[in-house]
């Protein structure tokens, strides 16, 4: 049984090119991990910083408005 790379190396207008390369599943992670490391410069550092740009923001956060809360009467009767 093979792992496949399916990092893509290429975009096309009609699809993606992948890399494809295929590595034995002997149970581990290492030659997979050593061939992103390598050949696609990926790291477990890079995913997560690249991950981390992804997490949804807040609505406050994302169209960057500062609310001002009722005086306390509008609040009251709200």
């Known amino acids: 049984m093979f792992n496949i790379c399916n990092v893509i190396i290429e975009k096309t207008t009609d699809n993606n090119i992948i890399c494809g390369s295929r590595f034995v599943n002997d149970g581990s992670t290492g030659n997979m991990e050593n061939h992103l490391r390598c050949k696609h ?28 809360p009722h005086k306390e009467s509008k609040n009251n009767e709200i």
Request: glycine share 0%.
């Open 41 to 68: 410069d990926l790291s477990e550092e890079k995913r997560q910083k690249v991950q981390d740009k992804f997490i949804q923001q807040t609505l406050h956060q994302a169209i960057k408005v500062n609310i001002k």
